[in-house]
């Protein structure tokens, strides 16, 4: 069964750093990318960095510069650097994977449970 597990949140002060890690677990699916998203209470989910299986990357103007997001291909790992840390990247940051069955049009999207980052002044 598909897993996405997350690891690494935590307390930080503005200016810090922190790295978050993620693991997908073996699956038939092939990755068509992996990324980062965050949401804070009473906000929508909305995405953070993500990078695709051709190492293209995207980022939310408001982490540019800030944050970066890599991957370990043969662990089936993505992970967040997050430096120069701010009060508003407060969030729970959730691990995603959009996947495809083999020799199928078909994409799903998986979701890790969540972890707690927060950024103190």
């Known amino acids: 069964q598909v897993q996405l597990v997350e690891s690494g949140g935590g307390l930080v002060q503005a200016g810090g750093s922190l790295r978050l890690s993620c693991v997908l677990s073996?699956?038939?699916?092939?990755?068509?990318?992996m990324g980062w998203y965050r949401q804070t209470p009473g906000k929508q989910r909305e995405l953070v960095a993500v990078?695709?299986?051709?190492?293209?990357?995207n980022y939310a103007d408001s982490v540019k510069g800030r944050f970066t997001i890599f991957r370990d291909n043969v662990k089936n790992m993505v992970f967040l650097q997050m430096n120069m840390s701010k009060p508003e990247d407060t969030a729970v940051y959730y691990c995603?994977?959009?996947?495809?069955?083999?020799?199928?049009?078909?994409?799903?999207?998986?979701w890790g449970q969540g972890t707690q980052v927060t950024v103190s002044s």
């Open positions: 995603n994977a959009d996947l495809s069955l083999p020799y199928s049009t078909r994409r799903i999207n998986y």
């Open positions: 990078i695709t299986s051709v190492g293209t990357t």
């Open positions: 073996e699956s038939i699916f092939s990755i068509n990318s």
